[in-house]
């Protein structure tokens, strides 16, 4: 065990916070451990991708009757699969797309290295939903709110590492274009998720 993971790419909590606010706590940790994309995709972006659809399936049949009457367990169960194939086609192409970013500080980072980002930026935006147990719209948006910028953090110190930048300035340049591509992927998930939506 490397201070908060092992070989099999689990992250402790505990971890991921450091990783919000430092450029080397828990990232040192895993670059120096370098897992394969694999390893990264199904011990860690299968799972984490998992909680979001889970989450809105449940919340959709619990509190269904009142927000989304007109939607059956079926429908909705088509609408979370839809989205969940979705979150695991988007991640290894929102990594393919920041290593074509590296160019805007001149790097060259390896597809692997740009997975490792990819992969754990959007960790806040998987673990968010876990608060729909709470039927509030209010609680969910004010902890989305926070995801976002616990993802923002991410991004920025992990681009610092994962790329071995230079300096701070180049980190927050890089971190710009990565969360522009972010935006754009969840974005273009909430579309085909409405799309889905209107045809179930």
Same mark, same amino acid.
């Given at each position: 065990?490397?201070?908060? $993971?092992?070989?099999?790419?689990? *992250?402790? +909590?505990?971890?991921?916070?450091?990783?919000?606010?430092?450029?080397?706590? &828990?990232?040192?940790?895993?670059?120096?451990?370098?897992?394969?994309?694999?390893?990264?995709?199904?011990?860690?972006?299968? +799972? *984490?991708?998992?909680?979001?659809?889970?989450?809105?399936? $449940?919340?959709?049949?619990?509190?269904?009757?009142?927000?989304?009457?007109?939607?059956?367990?079926?429908?909705?169960?088509?609408?979370?699969?839809?989205?969940?194939?979705?979150?695991?086609?988007?991640?290894?192409?929102?990594?393919?797309?920041?290593?074509?970013? &590296?160019?805007?500080?001149? #790097?060259? +980072?390896? $597809?692997?290295?740009?997975?490792?980002?990819?992969?754990?930026?959007?960790? +806040?935006?998987?673990?968010?939903?876990?608060?729909?147990?709470?039927?509030?719209?209010?609680?969910?948006?004010?902890?989305?709110?926070?995801?976002?910028?616990?993802?923002?953090?991410?991004?920025?110190? &992990?681009?610092?590492?994962?790329?071995?930048?230079?300096?701070? &300035?180049?980190?927050?340049?890089?971190?710009?274009?990565?969360?522009?591509?972010?935006?754009?992927?969840?974005? #273009?998930?909430?579309?085909?998720?409405?799309?889905?939506?209107?045809?179930?």
């Amino acid at each position: 065990m490397v201070l908060g $993971y092992n070989r099999e790419c689990q *992250m402790k +909590p505990s971890a991921l916070a450091k990783m919000i606010f430092s450029y080397d706590a &828990g990232w040192k940790e895993l670059v120096d451990i370098h897992p394969t994309v694999g390893k990264m995709f199904f011990f860690y972006v299968v +799972p *984490m991708s998992l909680l979001p659809p889970a989450m809105f399936y $449940y919340a959709g049949m619990r509190y269904g009757s009142v927000m989304l009457p007109h939607i059956s367990s079926n429908q909705l169960l088509l609408i979370v699969a839809v989205f969940y194939v979705a979150e695991l086609v988007t991640v290894p192409l929102v990594a393919l797309a920041i290593q074509r970013l &590296g160019d805007v500080v001149s #790097a060259s +980072p390896a $597809y692997a290295d740009a997975f490792i980002l990819a992969a754990v930026a959007p960790t +806040p935006l998987w673990l968010a939903p876990v608060c729909l147990f709470i039927p509030s719209v209010l609680i969910n948006a004010f902890v989305g709110a926070f995801a976002m910028l616990g993802a923002w953090g991410l991004i920025y110190h &992990g681009v610092y590492r994962v790329f071995n930048l230079e300096d701070k &300035g180049q980190s927050l340049l890089m971190a710009g274009s990565v969360l522009a591509v972010g935006l754009v992927a969840w974005v #273009a998930l909430m579309v085909l998720t409405l799309v889905v939506w209107g045809y179930a």
